[in-house]
């Protein structure tokens, strides 16, 4: 498993600024030994202070083209992917937050993307 944050306000799949977002994600990225190997899930929480008009899918992404060959080979083996936004002036309740997003949370005070890569699930649930 691979998890992150990204300072900052996320860029759009098609917006001009997608390079320097996509660089932002890469530098972001903790060094790996090795890449992950499919199948995988990409999980995508976008944390915002002011409220914004950014769809989540194009959200995703620049992300996920960002990862390869830092986090996988190819974003193929991606085959699970949740994607949200989080609004932190009216935030929900957030239960069970891991360590690296807990910390963003109590450090950070603007936008912040947290990011996580993992081995997908074998089943497929409904719930």
Same mark, same amino acid.
């Given at each position: 498993?691979?998890?992150?944050?990204?300072?900052? /306000?996320?860029?759009?799949?098609? !917006? *001009?600024?997608?390079?320097?977002? +996509?660089?932002?994600? +890469?530098? !972001?990225?903790?060094? +790996?030994? +090795?890449?992950?190997?499919?199948?995988?899930?990409?999980?995508?929480?976008?944390?915002?202070?002011?409220? /914004?008009?950014?769809? /989540?899918? *194009?959200?995703?992404?620049?992300?996920?083209?960002?990862?390869?060959?830092?986090? &996988?080979?190819?974003?193929?083996?991606?085959?699970?992917?949740? !994607?949200?936004?989080?609004?932190?002036? *009216?935030?929900?309740?957030?239960?069970? !937050?891991?360590?690296?997003?807990?910390?963003?949370?109590?450090?950070? /005070?603007?936008?912040?993307? &947290?990011?996580?890569?993992?081995?997908?699930?074998?089943?497929?649930?409904?719930?």
């Amino acid at each position: 498993m691979v998890e992150f944050v990204v300072v900052g /306000t996320p860029r759009a799949h098609r !917006a *001009n600024s997608r390079p320097l977002w +996509q660089a932002k994600v +890469q530098a !972001a990225v903790p060094e +790996q030994d +090795q890449l992950l190997d499919g199948p995988l899930c990409l999980r995508i929480d976008f944390f915002f202070s002011e409220a /914004t008009d950014l769809d /989540t899918d *194009n959200i995703i992404k620049p992300i996920q083209d960002a990862l390869e060959d830092l986090v &996988y080979e190819d974003d193929k083996t991606i085959v699970d992917v949740c !994607a949200r936004k989080v609004d932190r002036v *009216n935030p929900p309740p957030v239960i069970g !937050a891991p360590v690296t997003l807990a910390r963003a949370l109590g450090s950070t /005070t603007g936008d912040f993307v &947290y990011v996580r890569v993992a081995e997908a699930r074998p089943e497929v649930t409904f719930s």
